[in-house]
């Protein structure tokens, strides 16, 4: 079996999964609750500045019957006073030595205010400070948060003041609403931090209701933008965690980074780990399905690491990081083909449309005579199961047409049988870069090329 | 025999309950939302059935109930009678590996909303000045009189019944569709501007030639006659199955059931009436068939249906004679059948086995067992196929601008609500096309 046990920056934890700092970790009932159930670790709600919260204070995105593929949410930080949570962190930690417990912070973007917060955290016996640079409504219009969090020099300072005191790990948490994720980072790490996480809510509006015409959710005949977060913004941190880990300065800083945004299953948390997180962090899934999900969590990615030989989820951390690169350096030369097994085909025809309409026309519509067909070709006259099942035609990728766009394969509703084949282009492998340094007129010019692309028998219709 | 028993009187109300507005959304969401689907293929009258799906899906139940209306006029009464196994489930994609999307229940759940919130089919034209008659305000002439009434032209139908709506008012039974839908539906159409008038009979009221002359084109959706009769003593004694099922819409408090029911015939129509009759109180209730399982001619949705409804079954048995006390029937005597070569039919031809003789107990007999061919042929001496009114691939019949669509055009026997519909609708848009370059001929010279 998988040893799943993690140490980051220093903070030990039996398994790599932690509650974020959010809703499930805000009190010490529930945060025993929750390592009975297993949880390796749990960031406690973000304790600080006093604050008021508001009813209807979660809105969510949901896409077809599936709920809440995305929360949203305009809660703040801990509305209990922070000697109250103080005095349960003390007692969690007391009765759970083997967890990670850490503590998020924000207060006023004063030096003595964040001294006087790590002592008190420090005073609890918690494993580490986690700085919630990040949130993105409520706190920033006061100063705090992301209003720190975007702006690397503000970052720098405020972890100055943090590293001035702590004596235990401190990890800075990154919002995701910047151009660019590394610069806070960096801040971060010239400041002293020693880990990072990522990533905190992204803006977000959830919707309008059509009925009313107000926004949802609806806080006595307002809304506005809330923190974002959930299995839709996965992809968006598996980018920013990755854009992170490829940073030279980051990278050879060898800070470890705590990954959160979306996981929802072992599956997202083993993406996460290959893209270089070394800690995960869970809110919105367990605000869905409660804590519970940890198991599955824990022996998904058990089994996995078993099947695939990983024997330390220290072998799999950043293992996919080294295939993370840009447009420039892709291979040009690199073809693939979209191949339909007709065994598995039920011609739902979902991907002739894609392609007809928004590719690049290579799919036929195959009669069972075999010539191609045109849709909607039956006579008004005909019907019945046997006719319109018998007489369906079978979709085909034109290979020698198809641009291996693989649009047809995404929208295909079953399981193996739209296939992306690779096939030899014929031409020898070529980046952008290398075009751009060897054949600089190819990259500036049309005519050449156009020329460049006939020598190479690149045919785009 | 007695009365209905207060019991089982609700017994035959509609056996599908609507789909709930979450069942629907759920239901809706499954739907793969094909290109050039498969479903809308299978539907006789091609309703672009993912589109009304979709529309389901997102909320849309108003231009769901518009999809619907643009192909199929009555789209409420198919939507509870079509065998969609044989049509538009039998052939979605998911019908393989999953269960098929419940197409009929949602298009109910979509005719259900235009019905509440007093959606109606869209108008195409402003009025013309063509009139077209339209014999039977069943299925068939309903559609074709709302398609041409649709685009301007004023329909008056003639209906020798009552009520309007043919079979699906008096012949469906209720477990399928309600009375007022189909009522509703024939409203629905009225309100589009056609004329129904009741208790018209053709050939008796109206004359072909008095239509013909008053009339641009003159449609036929008569259907067929009364039930075959079987030639045996007793016959009389025998309840005519349309009639039965008749009597369980419009009266039944007044319909009595036997304790020991027989039902000859074995298609859709015999397996509704072994239906109501076990439904309201019949003890047992037995169809009589002359051939096998295998050669029934209902479908086999219904005959799984009607076993587990606990009708049972009596094979290759031929009627002979009624057994009577007084006027009362106390028993079907049968002789035992074997199946032989292939007849016209292509079934096995059954073969009487001589000697074989045996009685089936009975208080209450009824037979179904097909109508006969349209007395409206012979009558307007129109030319024939089969015993049916011969039509064009346009459905015109051998008499110029006179029209036959529905049942009494349909000699291949596969006959449904649904694919008299489409015979309205395409007959109406032949008569349209025909309509114009008359009108276009006229004006030029």
């Known amino acids: 079996m998988a040893d799943l046990r993690i140490k980051f920056a220093g903070i030990q934890s039996p398994n790599p999964f932690w509650l974020a700092s959010a809703p499930p970790t805000n009190t010490g009932a529930q945060i025993h609750r929750a390592f009975e159930a297993g949880w390796g670790g749990a960031v406690w709600k973000t304790i600080g500045a006093p604050v008021l919260n508001v009813s209807n204070r979660y809105g969510a995105w949901h896409f077809g019957r599936q709920r809440m593929l995305a929360i949203n949410n305009v809660e703040l930080i801990s509305d209990r006073p922070p000697e109250v949570n103080l005095r349960e962190i003390a007692e969690v930690k007391r009765a759970w030595p083997d967890r990670a417990v850490i503590v998020s912070a924000m207060v006023e973007s004063k030096p003595e205010a964040w001294h006087e917060i790590v002592k008190q955290i420090e005073d609890t016996g918690a494993n580490g400070i986690e700085l919630n640079y990040g949130c993105p409504h409520g706190m920033n219009e006061r100063g705090m948060g992301a209003a720190v969090g975007q702006v690397p020099e503000y970052c720098e300072q405020i972890s100055r003041w943090v590293m001035e005191t702590a004596t235990i790990p401190v990890i800075m948490k990154l919002t995701p609403n910047v151009t660019n994720v590394v610069l806070p980072a960096r801040a971060g790490l010239a400041a002293g931090v020693n880990g990072f996480s990522l990533i905190n809510t992204i803006n977000s509006i959830v919707g309008i209701d059509l009925d009313t015409l107000e926004l949802t959710p609806n806080i006595g005949g307002k809304g506005g933008h809330g923190g974002y977060a959930g299995p839709a913004v996965k992809p968006i941190a598996l980018n920013m965690l990755a854009t992170l880990g490829t940073d030279d300065v980051i990278s050879q800083s060898g800070l470890p980074i705590s990954g959160m945004g979306g996981i929802s299953n072992w599956k997202d948390a083993a993406e996460f780990l290959l893209l270089g997180a070394s800690s995960l962090q869970v809110c919105t899934a367990v605000m869905h399905y409660g804590y519970r999900i940890i198991e599955d969590l824990c022996d998904g990615l058990s089994n996995w690491m078993d099947e695939k030989g990983f024997k330390t989820i220290e072998e799999v951390v950043g293992r996919s990081l080294h295939r993370v690169s840009d447009f420039e350096d892709f291979d040009l030369s690199y073809r693939a083909v979209a191949r339909i097994n007709a065994d598995e085909c039920i011609k739902c025809n979902l991907c002739y449309v894609a392609c007809n309409d928004a590719a690049h026309q290579c799919i036929d519509l195959i009669s069972p005579a075999g010539s191609v067909a045109s849709p909607y070709a039956y006579d008004l006259r005909s019907n019945g199961k046997a006719a319109a099942t018998e007489s369906r035609p079978q979709p085909m990728v034109r290979e020698e047409d198809c641009v291996g766009c693989r649009l047809c394969y995404n929208v295909c509703p079953v399981d193996q049988c739209i296939s992306m084949v690779e096939v030899p282009s014929g031409r020898p492998s070529v980046t952008w870069s290398e075009l751009s340094e060897g054949q600089v007129a190819v990259t500036e010019d049309w005519e050449a090329m156009k020329a460049w692309r006939k020598k190479a028998g690149i045919h785009i219709h | ?445």
Do not use: W
């Open chain 2, 1 to 445: 025999m007695g009365p209905v028993p207060e019991d089982k009187r609700g017994s035959l109300s509609e056996q599908l309950p609507p789909l709930t507005e979450n069942a629907a959304a759920v239901e809706s969401d499954r739907c793969l939302f094909c290109y050039d689907a498969p479903c809308t293929h299978a539907c006789p009258t091609h309703i672009d059935i993912p589109g009304f799906i979709k529309r389901i899906s997102s909320g849309n139940l108003r231009g769901s109930a518009q999809v619907i209306y643009a192909s199929n006029l009555l789209g409420a009464t198919c939507a509870r009678v079509c065998p969609v196994q044989e049509l538009c489930e039998g052939a979605c994609v998911l019908g393989a590996e999953h269960k098929p999307i419940a197409i009929g229940r949602l298009q109910r759940h979509a005719m259900d909303y235009a019905h509440e919130h007093k959606v109606t089919p869209i108008k195409n034209a402003g009025s013309t000045e063509h009139r077209i008659a339209v014999i039977g305000a069943g299925p068939a002439g309903l559609s074709c009189a709302g398609e041409l009434a649709r685009r301007g032209h004023s329909v008056t139908v003639f209906e020798k019944r009552l009520l309007p709506g043919g079979l699906s008012t008096y012949g469906i039974i209720v477990l399928r569709e309600p009375m007022e839908v189909a009522l509703d539906e024939a409203r629905m159409i009225q309100d589009l501007g056609v004329e129904i008038q009741s208790e018209r009979e053709m050939g008796k009221d109206v004359s072909m030639a008095e239509l013909q002359l008053d009339y641009d084109a003159v449609v036929l959706s008569a259907g067929l006659g009364q039930t075959s009769g079987l030639g045996i003593d007793g016959e009389h004694a025998i309840i005519d199955g349309l009639a039965f099922i008749e009597a369980s819409k419009t009266e039944p408090a007044e319909m009595k059931i036997g304790q020991n029911v027989l039902v000859i015939g074995a298609g859709n129509t015999a397996i509704d009436c072994a239906t109501i009759a076990r439904r309201l109180g019949g003890g047992h209730v037995t169809m009589v068939y002359r051939r096998s399982e295998r050669e029934m001619t209902c479908y086999a949705h219904e005959y799984h249906f009607a076993r587990e409804e606990g009708i049972e079954f009596r094979f290759l048995s031929q009627p002979l004679r009624v057994l009577l006390y007084g006027n009362e029937p106390i028993g079907l005597e049968c002789l035992r059948v074997e199946l032989g070569a292939p007849d016209r039919s292509g079934r096995p031809a059954p073969v009487l086995v001589s000697g074989s003789e045996f009685i089936l107990e009975a208080d209450q007999i009824v037979k179904a067992v097909g109508q006969q061919r349209p007395p409206l042929a012979e009558l307007l001496g129109l030319r024939t196929a089969n015993g049916y009114i011969a039509v064009g691939r346009d459905f015109e019949t051998s008499l110029p601008n006179v029209y036959a669509i529905g049942d009494c055009i349909r000699s291949n026997g596969a006959a449904s609500t649904v694919m008299a519909v489409q015979d309205g609708k395409i007959a109406a848009a032949a008569i349209e096309r025909k309509l114009k370059t008359r009108t276009a001929t006229t004006e030029e010279s």
